[in-house]
């Protein structure tokens, strides 16, 4: 699902970051998302992340709360206090739906909230409410 620039009819890619300590997670994501046309980015935490989102500039960034040494919350902080990051969404996702887990997700700059398990469906219209 490229995305096109209409006035040049070139194809974008849009760069799609997943962040989660599962690897099942990871690959799920990756696969679905790739299968819908999305370069895929992902790091098992927070500090892999940070590095591969310096490289890569991702345009939207999916991170699972739950995750050792850095969690979601404060690698959403992290991103957001970048000045060179801070545009960027940061999708939060969870088993965990509660609505202190969701208001603690937007006090750290998150723009969302997905649920695990996810479909292929809710990630790709995620990335278009965000990513323009």
């Given at each position: ?8 009819r ?7 970051m ?5 690897n099942?997670i990871?690959?799920?994501?990756e ?7 999305y ?10 992340a940070?590095s ?5 500039r ?5 991170v ?8 979601g ?9 970048n000045k ?43 990335i ?5």
């Open positions: 699902m490229a995305v096109r620039n209409v006035a040049a070139i194809p974008v890619s849009i760069k799609v997943i962040i989660d300590d599962s099942t990871r690959r799920t994501a696969a679905l998302l790739k299968k819908a046309g370069d895929v980015y992902t790091a098992g935490d927070g500090f892999e940070m591969v989102i310096t490289d890569r991702p345009d939207i960034i999916f699972d709360i739950m995750m050792p040494r850095l969690d919350y404060q690698t959403c902080l992290l991103i957001k206090n060179d990051f801070k545009h960027i969404p940061v999708i939060m996702l969870s088993s965990k739906d509660g609505l202190f887990d969701k208001a603690r997700g937007r006090i750290a700059g998150s723009e969302e909230h997905v649920n695990k398990p996810f479909t292929q469906e809710e990630l790709v219209e995620v278009a409410r965000h990513v323009h």
